[in-house]
Each structure stands twice: as structure tokens, then as C-alpha cells.
């Protein structure tokens, strides 16, 4: 085995990745400013969805040590880089907040609202409130993180094993944090958008599909590292097969999420739940509320179904590839309708929103894994790691 | 049939044991572990469990045969108008057809492993060796013909820390 992890292991990102970022932000920008309703939900589903690869990376970091895993000790490195993208995610998305709050239609006033929650809505939704609640979960999400990631990066130094006990009860607490403002942001940033609906499975929903999303991702990755030289000894066939089972078992949960949160409400049939699907199954709108299934579940489920493809690193690629399409569009059904009529729309802000997530994912993801050796050099699981048979 | 029994102590030691008998050529009847050995089945080169699509098939057959069952009775035997629902209310079947097609593959795949394994109440055990559902592991060989040379076989094993060699006389693989 080649000496692993030096700094120019991981290659340089290929500049289009980084002019498709800056292109894709600024397009949007100008959109922005212009006052363009598109534009704005084309910035928050590209928010939400770098969002979520930042997120996903910081929950399956801490799974690892809390569950005490090894298997994916190995790779750490890429959802710790990815976790390490969540500052990004906090810019874009605070400054949304703080520039076009207007976009969230109760910021000018709740008045069409009535019902028994009527006046705690209108309190939790005070804008005030809104900005200092959506700092405090990113302070929250980048403190664990960077605290995760430090730990890490100190340990390849001294080698001390405390580093990773004190990972572990940070990654205890931290999970519960995780819990409460994952659930509370995704009310906060999707949900009202439409403010008189509301469904309360929609937390489970949203972490179902930004954890999916970030396997995917976390495969393409992996994949891209194991052919391009810095994890070549290092990923085998069984870290492939389990990161595929993951990628299977979560795909078939967020279609038991979705089906538990479309379930509920067909047959309740209740007007101002209902709302939500009729705007979304309505013309062109159905055929992309279908391919939404098509893509997140239908697809990942049936090609992962047996064991070979989820060991064979190009099958397991394409899948992910189309996991990852299949979360934007997820994104776009639940942002978009919200912004525009019966037409879903598709056009420059759409694109710009698409290589934006595209191009600012991939620099963001590669700088950080260079920072910091591909391997976590003294981490005492690495070993059995190394040599880990499914 | 005869039988050569090698018997190990360390799962690393059956594990490639069970390789190098099988790269000689040598017919391995079956290898015998306290606990399932990860990497034993690729070194038997054993193939691939046909388990899972008994578990398909049926769970398939499950899902398919409620869907049916669903619809003919709420929408053709006996039709019921519940809250103004069309009677072909596919959304309200989904979550009853997920549990019985879990449960006919669940229960299925078991009930084909137990017949394939013959594994039934009153089997009688019969263990190629005493501490085998303990810390022993055993290799056991068929001594196929004449060619079977069991002093070479005997040094292969060896080269594996078997602990214990012998001949038997069997009648079917336990």
C-alpha cells in the first residue's frame, strides 16, 4: 500500500466546476436583484440542496461514533469535507433571509389566517424571530462540525485516542441538536412558504431526502477518489456494497416518508391539506410529481435491488447521479409551485440554479478534502477499516 | 463415502485452509463454523443463495394476490362508499399490500430455508464434531478416489495449524 494521504492527493478541481459556480451564482444574483420570483426559488432550492449535502455528512460523521462504526472510517474524510461545506450553505441561505425576506408570503402580514394556532403562528413567524432562529441552527450546525472535524484533523497529528471518545459524545449531543433544528429549519425555510399548511411528518421528509441525497453524493465521490488515485488501496468492494445498501435503504424510506405524508392527506381530504397536492398534480405539474418518484425511489430500488450492482462502481455511479437529479427536482416540487401558476417553469433561473449546485457542491466539497490528509491517519478503527469485509 | 475431517482452532486458519484445499482441486462436502465466517462462502466458492428470489417471488405473489383481494372487496364484490372515496382507492390498499407482501416474503423465505437445510423439530444433530457449535472449526473432504493421497493432504492442512486429522466413514454430510 502506497503511503496514503498527502495534501496533492486529491486533484485539482477542473476550473469549468468553478466557473459554472460563479456563473450559476451570479445568474441568480442578478435575479435577485431584479426581483425576479423565479430567481428566488431557484436560490433557495439550491440552498436547501447544498444544504443538505452539508448536513447529511455531519449526521453520518456522527453516526459513525456513536454507533462506533469502522466501516467507513476509511473514507471519513468525504462526508467530513462535506459537512465542512455547511458555512457556504449558511451565506446563501441567510442571505435570502436577510435581502428578499419578502418572498416569504407572510412576511408582509399572516392575515388570511385563522384557526387555533393563528396567534402562535403569527409569533413564530415574526421576523425578528425568523432571522435570529435560522442563526442560531447555523451556529449550531457549523460549531458540530468544525468541532467534529477539528478532533479528526487532531488526532492524525498526535495520534491520541481521546480525540475520538470526545467525537463521540460530542457526536451523542450533537445528534439531538441535529434532530431539533433540521426539523425546525425545514418548517422554518420550506414549510412556510405556504403558511396555512402544514404537515407534521414534513421534518422526517426533508431529513429522509437530504440524507439520500448525501449518500449519493458521498458515492459519486468515493468512486471519483478510488479511480483518480487517493483512495485507490484504500476503498474496496465491501465499503461500495454497503454504501449501495444505504443508498437502497434510504431511497425506499423517503418513499415510505412521502407516501406516509401523501397518504395521510388523500385520505383525510381536509381542504387546506389538500392544497398542497392539488397545486402539484395539476397538468405538467403531475408528470414531474411522477418522475419524482421515478427517479428518488423507483429507480434506485429496482437497479439496487440484487446484490452485483450495488458492488460495481459505474452502476452505483449512474444510480447516484440520478438520486441526486431526483432531490433537486424533489426540491423544486416543494419551493416552485409556491412562486409560479399552472405551468412548471424551466428556464434560465432553473439552469442557473441546477450548475450553481453542481459547480459550488464540487469546489466546495474537493477544497475542503484537500485540507486535510485522505485518510484519518491515526484514527484507532482505520485499521480493521482498511480490511473491513461485509 | 469417505471423509478426511480436519479441525481448526482460528477462523483465519479455516479460512485458508478452505482456499488452498480448494485451489488443489480437493472436493470440500462442507465447512463447519460456530459462528458464519465472513469470506467463507468466496473461499468454498459457493454459489450465490437462491433465497432471495424465493423471497421476491413470494413477496411479489403477496403484494399482488392483496391488491386483488383489496379491490374485489371494496370495489366488486361488495362495494362501499367510505367518505366519498372512488371504490378503487388505490393510496388506501398501499399501506396493508407493503405488510403482506413483507410478511409472505419474510415467512416464505424462512420456511424455504428450513425445508432446503432440512431443518425440522425432529431431526436428529449429528455434529461432525463435538465442539463445533464452540470454538472449533472444521474442514471436511471427500476422499473422492484413489488419487486422494491423504499424507499430502495432511501436510496441506498442516500448513494451517489443523489440530486434528481424521478418517471417516460416512454416510451423508451431517
Known sequence: MSAPGSDADVPATPRLWTVAAIGGGMTLVAGLVAGSDRAWAAWLVAGEFVLGLGLGGLFFVSLLYVTGSSWAVAFRRVPEAMAATLPASAIAILALLLFRPSGYPWFHGLAAHEGPLAAFKVAWLSYPFFVARAVAYFVVWIVLASALVRQSRHQDLDGDERHSS???????????????????????????????????????????GLFQSALAAMIIAVVWLHRRGPLRDIL???????????????????????????????????????????????????????????????????????????????????????????????????????????????????????????????????????????VPLNDPLLAHSLHYHS | ?????????????????????????????????????????????????????????????????????????????????????????LPAFVPVTFEVMVLFAGVSTVIAFFLVA?????????????????????????????????????????????????????????
Open chain 1, 236 to 374: 474496496g468492494e465491501h465499503h461500495l456494497h454497503d454504501l449501495g445498501k444505504l443508498l437502497f435503504a434510504f431511497s425506499s424510506f423517503w418513499m415510505y416518508i412521502w407516501f406516509s405524508q401523501y397518504m395521510l392527506i388523500w385520505y383525510a381530504n381536509i381542504p387546506e391539506e389538500t392544497t398542497y397536492y392539488v397545486e402539484r398534480t395539476q397538468g405538467a405539474w403531475g408528470v414531474l410529481f411522477l418522475l419524482d418518484m421515478l427517479l428518488n425511489w423507483a429507480v434506485p430500488f429496482l437497479v439496487l435491488l440484487r446484490r452485483p450492482p450495488k458492488q460495481r462502481p459505474e452502476i452505483l455511479v449512474k444510480v447516484a447521479a440520478v438520486v441526486l437529479i431526483g432531490r433537486w427536482l424533489d426540491l423544486y416540487l416543494m419551493i416552485t409551485p409556491v412562486k409560479t401558476g399552472p405551468v412548471p417553469p424551466f428556464g434560465l433561473w432553473e439552469v442557473a440554479s441546477i450548475v450553481l449546485v453542481a459547480g459550488a457542491s464540487i469546489v466546495l466539497v474537493l477544497r475542503a478534502l484537500r485540507r486535510a490528509p485522505i
Open chain 2, 118 to 174: 432440512g431443518l425440522r423439530p425432529w431431526r436428529k444433530a449429528v455434529l461432525v464434531h463435538p465442539r463445533v457449535t464452540d470454538d472449533r472449526f472444521v474442514l471436511l473432504l471427500e476422499q473422492t478416489d484413489a488419487a486422494f493421497d491423504v499424507t499430502q493432504v495432511s501436510r496441506l492442512l498442516e500448513r494451517h495449524h489443523v489440530v486434528h486429522i481424521e478418517e471417516r466413514e460416512m454416510q451423508e454430510v451431517p
Open chain 1, 166 to 208: 470526545r467525537n463521540v459524545a460530542l457526536s451523542a449531543g450533537g445528534l439531538v441538536l441535529f434532530a431539533i433544528t433540521v426539523s425546525l429549519a425545514s418548517f422554518d425555510w420550506i414549510m412556510s412558504l405556504e403558511p396555512n399548511w402544514y404537515s407534521t411528518i414534513f421534518a422526517v421528509y426533508q431529513f429522509a
Open chain 2, 1 to 89: 463415502m469417505r471423509t478426511l475431517v480436519g479441525v481448526f482452532e482460528r477462523e483465519e486458519d479455516i479460512l485458508q485452509a478452505t482456499d488452498a484445499a480448494r485451489r488443489s482441486g480437493l472436493t470440500i462436502l462442507d465447512v463447519y463454523t460456530p459462528y458464519a465466517v465472513h469470506g467463507l462462502d468466496r473461499a468454498m466458492a459457493l454459489q450465490p443463495s437462491r433465497l432471495p428470489w424465493v423471497c421476491f417471488l413470494l413477496g411479489l405473489f403477496g403484494a399482488t394476490a392483496k391488491v386483488w383481494f383489496e379491490y374485489w372487496t371494496t370495489a366488486s364484490s361488495w362495494a362501499i362508499d367510505v367518505g366519498g372515496k372512488p371504490w378503487n382507492s
